[in-house]
């Protein structure tokens, strides 16, 4: 009886360990995290386990105030301190004696880190989102890429950490009481007065003035800087594909950033892309399929007897052939079945799903002898009038005209 007592209580200490947030755990960063740093990661982890981004998960929900405590409590000095001192048991009984003003609702937190209403959409406002086109060449649309591009983003000043100021105080306007508007008199004529209401001059209908402006973003609270995204092509997305980056878009402390949208575009080719000398550079995408243009000497159309290999996308050989005897008429489209673009799929190649192909159509232009040497001239057309007439096609029969002029009647 003795032992079994003695493995509860072990349990239950178990228990009573892992119930108590290790603050600095929640919000990952390391003891020795600056202010900054316990921004960033709670700005982060916030957006990440909002209750509006995950409706009805509850661990989420969950996370979302273990991570608001262990900020409020880490990101004033004093509690922080007693924290660091006598941990969590430490910061309930500083809380019990009055200690520190702190927020109960990690909904209000949210709300005065971001402002507005403490919730995405609705109440809270959102920043407009940022479209940006990318220029794919047709190689990376056809193989898939996980690459990376930059943009100007506005980002929330460091220096200031958003408030513009240098010292962090910002003060109400006193031209308008921090209403951001003011009412004017205008005289019209002795004794009659217009009143207009206009935006106040002196801080510009913001109702705060900054006395010392930061350095950094000179009071603009933010900058923008050059920002490296990562981006992954699915293969065979479509030209106008856009991707979207919740809640990427410029950053400010007035409001909740919202999306940068990217559109996908195709790259015109460029022989500085194709430094491996790789014909895939010159393929045609419509859609699904592919298009080539090749180019065949009047005496291969006409005899056959010839091949061309071409290099794929994907530097595979994909080969024309023909044998001796078969013409190739100027102008024919051939159908490679299976050689076009790869059709996207959401779930890529997996067991499930195995990539579907367009097909490649390749035009055949055929190129006649600019000249020829006399013996040759002779050659060929003794050939043609030993044969002329025997066989082959009679163009003017063929054509549809008639024979002779139509007269009609009533002329
Ligand atoms: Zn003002
Ligand atoms: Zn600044």
């Keep these: 009886m003795w032992f079994r007592g ?25 003891k020795s995290a600056s202010e900054k740093e316990l921004k960033s990661a709670y700005r982060q982890l ?17 996370k979302f105030v273990e991570v608001s405590e262990a900020y409020d409590i880490l990101s004033d000095a004093e509690t922080r301190k007693v924290y660091d001192r006598y941990g969590y048991d430490g910061v309930q009984k500083h809380k019990q004696g009055g200690g520190g003003h702190h927020h109960h609702d990690p909904f209000d937190l949210f709300n005065s880190f971001f402002g507005g209403g403490g919730h995405f959409g609705g109440g809270q406002r959102k920043g407009p989102n940022v479209e940006v086109r990318v220029a794919i060449s047709l190689r990376d649309f056809y193989n898939g890429k996980t690459t990376e591009f930059q943009w100007e983003k506005q980002h929330i000043c460091e220096k200031c950490e958003g408030s513009g100021s240098a010292d962090g105080k910002v003060d109400v306007c006193t031209s308008c009481n921090g209403r951001g508007m003011k009412i004017v008199k205008h005289q019209l004529a002795p004794g009659m007065f217009q009143q207009i209401q206009t935006q106040c001059d002196v801080c510009g209908g913001r109702g705060q003035v900054i006395k010392h402006k930061c350095s950094v973003c000179n009071g603009a609270k933010v900058i923008r800087k050059a920002t490296t995204v990562p981006l992954t092509i699915a293969r065979g997305a479509l030209p106008g594909t856009r991707l979207a980056y919740e809640n990427e878009a410029d950053a400010s402390p007035d409001y909740v950033a919202g999306d940068l ?59 024309l052939v023909r044998e001796r ?19 996207f799929h959401e779930d890529g190649d997996s067991v499930y799903h195995q990539t579907e192909f367009g097909n490649l159509y390749v035009e055949y232009i055929v190129v006649l002898p600019d000249q020829m040497e006399s013996g040759m001239e002779k ?22 005209r008639p024979e002779k002029p139509i007269v009609h009647e009533e002329l």
Excluded at 46 to 62: E, F, L, M
Excluded at 263 to 268: A, H, P, Q, T
Aim: net charge negative; with cysteine; proline share 6%.
């Design 6 to 30: 003695a493995a509860l209580l072990l349990v239950a200490l178990v228990q009573i360990v892992l119930c108590v947030p290790e603050y600095y755990n929640v919000l990952g960063v390391s």
């Design 46 to 62: 916030s957006k990440k386990y909002h209750p509006d981004k995950n409706p009805g998960d509850t661990t989420a929900h969950d």
């Design 261 to 319: 949208i990217v559109n996908l575009v195709e790259k015109e080719p460029s022989p500085e892309e194709n430094p491996d000398r790789l014909d895939g550079v010159f393929f045609r995408r419509k859609d699904n399929d592919l298009y080539w243009t090749e180019v065949l000497s009047l005496r291969e159309a006409w005899m056959g007897d010839w091949s061309r290999n071409l290099t794929h996308l994907d530097g595979r050989i994909v080969s």
């Design 325 to 343: 005897g078969q013409v190739v008429q100027p102008g024919h489209i051939e159908t490679v079945e299976g050689e076009g673009m790869p059709k």
């Design 379 to 400: 050659d060929f057309w003794a050939i043609w009038q030993k044969w002329k007439g025997k066989i082959g096609v009679d163009l003017h029969k063929d054509s549809g």
